[in-house]
């Protein structure tokens, strides 16, 4: 490659990880501001360092050195999220652009400096850009992307520009410290040798540093003797994969807006199957003709069909009646949006040579039950975490995917012994507990019995006698929420017909069946 095909001109958004998450919590950038992960400071803006913060600090030592600091968790995904509309506009004035990290990106600089008459026009130009989305942005042109990267963060203030001329690559590089060398080992043992400068790394032979450090210490020096071969490889902008309808006029009546999608849901599947895609996760979205939005997300544990992305929408429409109405569309249906939440290759999800089996009957036969009676008609019932059997069950709408809150394999200190019972209650039935005297059973403060449970009484005033039982057990839990405090007593029975119950005692000495042992 020869040295005009090697100039780069990289874009650096200063401390772009703060910036996005600034921009999402909606705070002023001229606020100290500092990203956490796992305990230590991962970024921090320009006033938090002014304060004296740096990355690696301790959170307690990074606040007491700025008390006004922000404090906000990192999250990874939310740097490139967050980046993706920047590139997308990038893109528009100057194509052929190489994402090498969020808030970092590359291009050719022979053609943008052609097209805008050379190359710190070009430059100006890109710093323009940038401004126009209110991001601070420094420019560094130079032969191969690292050169270039480290003229991007080495600008002079007052120009936020950096052009190292062609050729002067080593000569602009030679005086940086060895500590840019993205390499732990590299950057621990070379100022061990006397070497603390990548100029001074460049003198050594690349016989002695290969044989040395291996392949990728050879890499290194050439990148420090400006000998960068990387290309940029232009990025090939996302397709546009949603779908949306305008009504004139708006629709009142849902079965009149599924109709009115049954084009645009085949239109859909099929453009996803031409780029080899099938949507495992869909987002709905709706505007009124006053202009309210809303929207949800469905997921499918295989992909969606065009008939079952009509029935969400008609799902979605359904569910903002009655309660949800407040918080749902107000007015007549004007637009709706399909949007590919989650996408996978079609090559995960297509039918073996034989088909699937029963479990595709399975699915064809729910699927199309729960398209007549509802999305909530279907359901399957799911395990979490929790001490009492009611809590340890969740049902969820066929074809979605389970939404754990409870992780079942966390300790639940107080949970009800194994086994569990075979049949929970969705609501408790009442029943009395007495003793062999007829007096009803109680436990004091100390968790003390009464006196022996001998018998069962239901509300239809049945008896049964009971041949074994166990407990207490006392369960309170959520003593600091009034509302969902509980404070109980659990045992296990069994009558003389062989049946085995879950008891349980409340604070207003009532008994309760909680279960029982099929």
């Known amino acids: 490659m020869n040295t005009v095909d090697a100039r780069m001109a990289v874009l650096w958004c200063p401390d772009w990880p703060v910036v996005a998450h600034a921009r999402a919590e909606r705070l002023s950038p001229g606020e100290p501001i500092i990203l956490i992960d796992k305990g230590v400071v991962f970024a921090a803006n320009q006033p938090a360092r002014a304060e004296g913060v740096r990355r690696g600090m301790r959170q307690r030592e990074a606040q007491s050195r700025c008390a006004a600091v922000h404090v906000l968790a990192y999250d990874r995904s939310l740097d490139a999220r967050a980046f993706e509309p920047v590139l997308t506009a990038l893109e528009q004035s100057v194509p052929g652009w190489h994402p090498l990290r969020p808030g970092l990106v590359a291009v050719r600089a022979r053609g943008v400096a052609r097209y805008y008459g050379g190359e710190r026009a070009a430059a100006r130009t890109l710093l323009t850009i940038a401004e126009g989305l209110e991001l601070p942005a420094a420019v560094g042109i130079a032969d191969g992307l690292f050169a270039a990267e480290l003229a991007a963060r080495r600008t002079p203030i007052d120009e936020r520009t950096r052009i190292v001329p062609a050729g002067e690559a080593a000569a602009f590089l030679a005086p940086l410290p060895i500590t840019l060398i993205d390499d732990a080992e590299l950057v621990s043992l070379l100022p061990r040798l006397g070497i603390r400068t990548l100029g001074g790394f460049a ?12 392949e990728n210490g050879a890499c290194w020096h050439a990148l420090a003797r400006g000998r960068d071969a990387r290309a940029a490889t232009p990025r090939i902008p996302p397709r546009d994969l949603d779908a949306v309808v305008d009504f004139e006029p708006p629709l009142e009546r849902i079965d009149q807006v599924a109709f009115g999608m049954r084009v645009a849901a085949d239109d859909f599947v099929a453009a996803l199957l031409a780029e080899t895609l099938v949507c495992t996760a869909l987002r709905v979205e709706f505007t009124g003709e006053d202009g309210e939005t809303s929207e949800r997300v469905w997921l499918h544990p295989r992909s969606f069909a065009p008939a079952e992305v009509v029935d969400r ?25 399909l949007a590919p939440e989650s996408v996978d290759p079609v090559g995960a999800h297509e039918r073996g040579l034989w088909g699937s089996g029963p479990e595709e009957q399975v699915h064809s036969v729910l699927s199309r039950v729960q398209g007549m009676v509802g999305h909530a008609g279907v359901v399957t019932a799911t395990r979490e975490g929790g001490r009492s059997p009611a809590e340890r069950q969740t049902l969820v709408p066929w074809g979605d995917r389970p939404v754990v809150r409870r992780d079942v394999r966390r300790p639940w200190p107080g949970a009800v012994p194994p086994p569990a019972p075979a049949t929970v209650y969705e609501v408790p039935r009442p029943l009395r507990v007495e003793d062999a005297r007829g007096r009803p059973v109680a436990v004091d403060a100390r968790g003390t019995l009464s006196a022996s449970p001998a018998v069962l009484v239901s509300q239809t005033g049945a008896r049964r006698d009971l041949t074994a039982w166990a407990g207490p057990w006392p369960l309170d839990e959520r003593w600091w929420d009034q509302a969902a405090a509980r404070r109980t007593q659990r045992f296990q029975a069994v009558d003389t017909a062989g049946e085995a119950w879950l008891l349980e005692l409340d604070e207003a000495g009532e008994w309760w069946a909680a279960g029982r042992y099929d």
């Open 313 to 337: 929408i008609r799902w979605s429409l359904e569910a903002q009646t009655g309660s949800d109405r407040d918080h749902g569309l107000r007015s007549p249906v004007a637009r709706v949006r």
């Open 203 to 214: 003198e050594l032979t690349a016989f002695d540093v290969a044989s040395r450090f291996g």
